[in-house]
């Protein structure tokens, strides 16, 4: 014990150090000037007067602030018309006024969303504008959703751009709340990157086709995959890397998956972008992610039906093995949350209503098998929910593949350099 204590110490001095030193930066700033300054990006000396107590002076405590060096921009230090705290300032201020919950940080947010809104007036007033992107995202009742539907008006556009304005936006939530152990703005945030991923994707396969040799073998190859009737259901394109793999798969999405071709729906994801959490804390990531492309292919809105509903059972599921109290789980692709959720991308799969084709890209983590000869568990988990996808979500629990539960016609592409690992 003695020797616990002994190692602990040194954090507890320097928290103790900290919190002496933050306290003197921010001592004689107002707590709803404090608060404000600490989580909006930027503020006039009109929009923190709305929200200073009675007596308290803005002008005062800026000066506060740009005399102890927490202050990047003022109407009194530059050109600029804003306040805007540097990175150390907006670190003290939030240590000392903003709540350390994610219940009354939503809460704090709110109120200032409402103030920026109310309060703005000119360039700041205007609809696209950053801040009103920020008091957007603040007062909103769910942040992530909210996000989400933005990203999904910006992608549905191709406007990379705007999709970009809005991820540089929400990062700071997605910050603050994660430190507050809530991650839900984090994984919004993580699909909008995905997102904008794809428009990129897709813009560049389409230039690098202009320059692409169809090889008739190649393409007879992924005939018979997609469209022919026998029970083979994948194929593995092998290959040292600069041969043509990815070339192939761009004439395959960019080309033949064309309605006055093949009139297929493909989504391709490329293995080696699935982040850490995949399998074991978001074990959903790689069908989430396939369902980001799916979406494109929806012709009656029922597609983007069924995936929100997966969605928000990956959330559940996110949440209960994120939680800080919660027990570790075994396989969580057994989970209820999980195996609801592959219904719900089976259904999503059928309401497509023509052949479905998933490629995994720079698949050499599926080839990889542990010295001791075990599969580690993202290549384990890739195949389970493959299968399952195809003979329904009740194999996830070892019961044998049913065709009429799942997608025998789903077809599958993986492309890498080695063979893949039974």
């Known amino acids: ?112 969303g409402s103030v920026v809104r109310e309060t703005s007036s000119g360039k700041t007033k205007k609809k696209g504008s950053p801040l009103q992107r920020w008091a957007q995202l603040a007062q909103s009742e769910d942040m992530a959703d909210e996000l989400d539907r933005e990203v999904e008006r910006a992608a549905r556009k191709k406007e990379a751009a705007s999709l970009r304005r809005w991820i540089d936006t929400a990062v700071p939530f997605a910050r603050l709340f994660r430190d507050r152990g809530d991650r839900r703005m984090e994984h919004a945030v993580h699909r909008a990157n995905r997102r904008l991923a794809l428009i990129g994707r897709q813009a560049r396969d389409r230039r690098h086709l202009g320059n692409f040799l169809v090889r ?43 309605p006055e071709h093949w009139d297929l729906a493909v989504a391709r994801v490329d293995f080696d972008y699935l982040n850490a959490d995949y399998p074991r804390l978001d074990p959903g990531l790689l069908l989430w992610s396939f369902g980001e492309e799916l979406r494109e292919h929806d012709r009656t809105g029922r597609v983007r039906s069924m995936l929100k509903k997966a969605g928000h059972y990956f959330d559940n599921l996110r949440r209960d093995l994120l939680a ?12 209820s949350w999980f195996v609801a959720a592959v219904q719900a991308y089976i259904d999503a799969l059928r309401a497509v ?52 539960a799942g997608l025998p016609n789903l077809r599958v592409l993986f492309a890498g350099r080695r063979p893949l690992a039974r």
Not at 15 to 43: C, H, M, N
Not at 324 to 335: F, I, L, R, S, V
């Open 216 to 258: 008739d073998e190649q393409v007879a190859a992924l005939e018979e995959l997609v469209r022919g009737e026998s029970d083979s259901w994948a194929l593995h394109l092998i290959g040292a890397g600069g041969v043509g793999k990815t070339m192939l798969l761009r004439y395959l999405t960019g080309e033949l998956a064309l």
């Open 324 to 335: 800080p109290d919660a027990t570790p789980m075994g396989d969580p692709t057994t989970n």
């Open 1 to 112: 014990m003695a020797q616990g204590k002994t190692r602990g110490a040194p954090d507890d001095l320097f928290e103790a150090t900290f919190d002496q030193y933050a306290k003197q930066l921010v001592r004689g700033i107002p707590a709803g000037l404090g608060r404000w300054f600490a989580l909006v990006p930027r503020s006039t000396m009109s929009m923190a007067q709305s929200v200073a107590s009675r007596g308290s002076s803005v002008e005062s405590a800026v000066e506060l602030l740009t005399a102890r060096g927490l202050v990047e921009s003022s109407p009194a230090t530059s050109s600029s018309k804003y306040i805007v705290l540097n990175e150390r300032g907006r670190g003290v201020l939030r240590r000392e006024f903003v709540p350390d919950d994610a219940k009354g940080l939503s809460k704090a947010l709110g109120i200032a």
């Open 353 to 404: 209503e023509r052949p479905v084709v998933l490629v995994l890209d720079t698949c050499e983590e599926l080839a990889k098998v542990r010295p001791d000869g075990t599969v580690p568990e993202a290549v384990r988990a890739t195949f389970r929910i493959l299968e399952a996808l195809r003979g329904g979500p009740e194999t996830l629990h070892g019961l044998p593949p049913d065709p009429n």
